[in-house]
């Protein structure tokens, strides 16, 4: 059986950040429908054609912790939104068939991101990457993952030590082990989002050279070359000061989630800590920034 999530929002309201929250905890994407004179899907449009509200759906696997979800979903939220959020159950032939063609396989070069049920890429020149949908955050077709993604390819990973504080389905983690980095070592609060990377680090072959702890920055007592975050830019601020002291002088960080409209206090919070900056990637209202260790 399947569970669909979905939270009505009204249009003029920015759902940048209820989408990241429910696409975060839920570990799947979520698609955006509008409403035009009561109708969800057929887009009609009202006198004067504008848009009312648009409805944020998911779907997932049933579980039995189901409704544990839901409260944290709606404790996620904030009062604001808990009440507008519904879950409910879905054929599961149809919608197990549909949740697969939601997810095709995507070449973001020199990545080939795909499923399980799907084949590799026969171009010898795409790093191949295997995620199982719906179970955790990061399956490459968020615009912020995209973006680390990009970036992640920018850098010469050869022989270096990474971290990656948010893992959600490991994405990251693989790509910098494709990459060529010595050591890969992983963390998540979530334990669902760490069973799902360790699961995908079995699926990529690479559960010997990823390595995955319960917890945050202090996940691994130690320092790395390179760490990388792609999490909600509120949270991302709150943790930048325990961040830090684990990158190696002369390291560097990336660090993704931003949106455009709250990279003003992610820099701000930056110069306070005395770390510079420099943004590398923009798209979609998202941007990384790359923030290197003075020696």
Request: net charge negative; with cysteine.
């Amino acid at each position: 059986m399947w569970r669909r999530w979905e939270i009505d929002l009204p249009a003029a309201e920015d759902f940048a950040v209820p989408k990241a929250t429910i696409e975060s905890i839920l570990g799947v994407s979520t698609t955006v429908e509008e409403r035009r004179q009561g109708s969800w899907l057929e887009h009609q449009q009202d006198d004067e054609g504008r848009i009312s509200l648009r409805r944020l759906c998911a779907w997932t696997p049933a579980r039995p912790d189901d409704g544990q979800t839901l409260e944290r979903l709606r404790d996620s939220l904030g009062p604001a939104l808990a009440g507008a959020l519904r879950s409910s159950i879905e054929d599961a032939v149809d919608w197990a068939r549909d949740w697969q063609e939601q997810h095709q396989p995507q070449t973001l070069a020199p990545f080939y991101l795909r499923a399980p049920f799907h084949p590799p890429s026969s171009d010898p020149d795409l790093y191949d990457i295997i995620l199982e949908p719906g179970q955790a955050f990061g399956l490459g077709d968020h615009p912020s993952t995209r973006l680390m993604l990009l970036a992640l390819a920018d850098l010469d990973l050869s022989g270096l030590s990474v971290f990656d504080l948010g893992t959600g389905s490991g994405i990251l983690a693989f790509a910098a082990a494709r990459l060529g980095a010595r050591e890969v070592f992983a963390a998540d609060i979530d334990a669902r989002a760490l069973e799902s990377a360790q699961h995908n680090a079995i699926l990529n072959d690479l559960d010997d050279r990823c390595h995955f702890a319960p917890g945050a920055a202090a996940a691994f007592p130690r320092k790395f070359d390179l760490i990388l975050v792609n999490i909600v830019d509120e949270l991302l601020i709150l943790i930048l000061a325990e961040l830090f002291p684990h990158l190696e002088s002369g390291g560097q960080a990336l660090l993704g989630g931003i949106r455009d409209k709250a990279a003003a206090e992610v820099e701000k919070a930056l110069c306070a800590l005395k770390m510079p900056f420099q943004t590398v990637r923009t798209a979609d209202g998202f941007r990384v920034l790359k923030c290197p260790k003075p020696n």
